[in-house]
């Protein structure tokens, strides 16, 4: 018997605006299930019931308002999560962090008014690790994130809540972010669609500066349509915005409905992070999506080299001066993980003008790089060097070795967070242990709507929807 839950957000958002479903059914049902299966994943760190409930009653009573459902947003009634590292005005923002465990946020972010505005309903804010920091979502102020394909097995990060949330049936789709993977890492190993947009297609603001441009707010879903919705619905340039998109060409939604004819799409499994030797999973996933790639009609070429090993220092550079962007009192500093303690010690220690040797380096490298890269419509690499990894792989190490466990594990997302191009994880692939593991797909810069009309395609070849691990059906 079909579920809630097992409805698509499109599907669901179609059966609220004709009144098939309620949406005070839709938000009862995720809370019910939150209750029960919460403690399991980790997937909210808090749950806004009584705001839900109050939404989806105003929802409600807009379908019967409603001249007809043209007249209703696009997530009427939809069920969506933010991210605890984005602020929602009146409900509490951890960042992650037990320095922050009792702040009640003072704002929206703008990802957080659009998604009011498109009608959707806001279950709670999902789990995070500290300031977004690691590539695992295991803090001080939260039960760590954990896929629901392997319970003793992280959900990744830093969206790692976000991704476990839709996986396990605790949301139809979520809201998440990315600075070097955070969106495309837990949709790996959660077995889910996740989208990296490019640089300036999503506005951080109002509080959060884009001074770096290497983080952005994106969609984790199910279902190419679902993600291409939800972006549809984030994306947009705000004013103040250092970076602005190129034109999207329409609706990303359109896109999922639309063949990308025959592309010329490069490879590479080459890790730009030295002495990384890539799982044989992840090689195996690979291969197989350059398989199914060419059976598609697509041409399928090695990569030439572009971004080398020599970036992986300045990339680090400027994510431990990021991870000073968030003030902390130095009475409060004790509060810290120590990972976050240790990142912090490298961005204080950087004086400026290594800092802007590193975003030099950085741009003189990307400016070499990006004639090789426009040659291809699109680009696949392994998400991961590694499969899912036990709770605790990175988190109980000293700091030193958490970092390079860390860089050894997701050696291939972060150079797109550095060049600014969209990028996806498209789940296409289980290994023998019945472990989700994705594969990456980068696109031109504005190429979103390409990877998502090529990934709506891989995903009518190989359906992965369907899949569902076991607590789906608790």
Known sequence: MTQIHDLSATRMAAAVRTGEISPVELADHYLARIERLNDQVGAYATVTGDRAREEARRAEKAVLEAAGPADLPPLHGVPVPIKDLNMVEGVRTTFGSAVYSDLTGFANDHVVTKLAQAGSVLLGKTTAPEFGLPCYTESDVAPPARTPWDLTRSAGGSSGGAAAAVASGLAPVAQGSDGGGSIRIPSSVCGLFGIKPTRGRVSAGPIVPDLFGLSTNGPIARTVRDAALLLDVIAGHMPGDLYRAPEAGGPFLDHAGRAPGRLRIARSKESPVPGVEVHPDCVAAYDEASALLEEL????????????????????????????????????????????????????????????????????????????????????HPTLAMPPVPVGHFHEQEPEENFRRQTQFTPFCAMYNISGQPAVNVPLHWNGDGLPIGVMLAGRLGGEGTLISLSAQLEEARPWAGRKPEIWTA
């Open 297 to 380: 009609g697509h041409e399928v070429v090695e990569l030439p080299q572009t971004l080398g090993a020599d970036m992986v220092p300045h990339f680090a550079t400027l994510w431990g001066v990021m991870a000073t962007m968030t003030p902390v009192p130095e009475e409060s500093e004790h509060l810290l993980q120590p990972l976050s303690r240790w990142l912090r010690g490298l961005g204080e220690a950087t004086t400026a003008p290594r800092l802007f040797q590193a975003h030099a380096a950085l741009q003189g490298a990307l400016r070499a790089a990006f004639p090789v890269m426009e040659e291809f419509d699109a680009i696949l």
